[in-house]
């Protein structure tokens, strides 16, 4: 089993910034595709970004295509998210995911196996 924590998320203005990182409590065969989600206040859960753990080889949502940088620290287990630019419609809860695929990157949250508790980030208008 693997557990994964988020945090970093608060509420920050419009063109601001922030950096959300992901725990994971280990690294195995399970979690070499790693992504970030978000959940929009009333809409449903939606991909954001994803990341290859053995090549670095990474995804993103067209909406968040350079602003976002999702990341990977070998040497500490973490996932990044460093967000850039931020407009009000990336307000939402983010959710840290692994997926026990090894090799291809799916934008669909019904792959992924693992979860984070999710955390909040807000932009003001």
């Known amino acids: 089993q693997v557990q994964l924590v988020e945090s970093g998320g608060g509420l920050v203005q419009t063109g601001g910034s922030l950096r959300l990182s992901c725990a994971a409590s280990r690294r195995t065969f399970s979690t070499n595709i790693m992504g970030w989600f978000r959940q929009p206040p009333g809409k449903a859960r939606e991909f954001v970004a994803a990341i290859r753990w053995s090549d670095g080889y990474t995804n993103y949502a067209a909406s968040v295509k350079g602003r976002f940088t999702i990341s990977r620290d070998n040497a500490k287990n973490t996932l990044s998210l460093q967000m850039n630019s931020l407009k009000p419609e990336d307000t939402g809860v983010y959710y840290c995911?692994?997926?026990?695929?090894?090799?291809?990157?799916?934008?669909?949250?019904?792959?992924?196996?693992?979860w984070g508790q999710g955390t909040q980030v807000t932009v003001s208008s």
């Open positions: 995911a692994a997926d026990s695929e090894p090799f291809a990157l799916s934008t669909e949250d019904d792959d992924y196996d693992y």
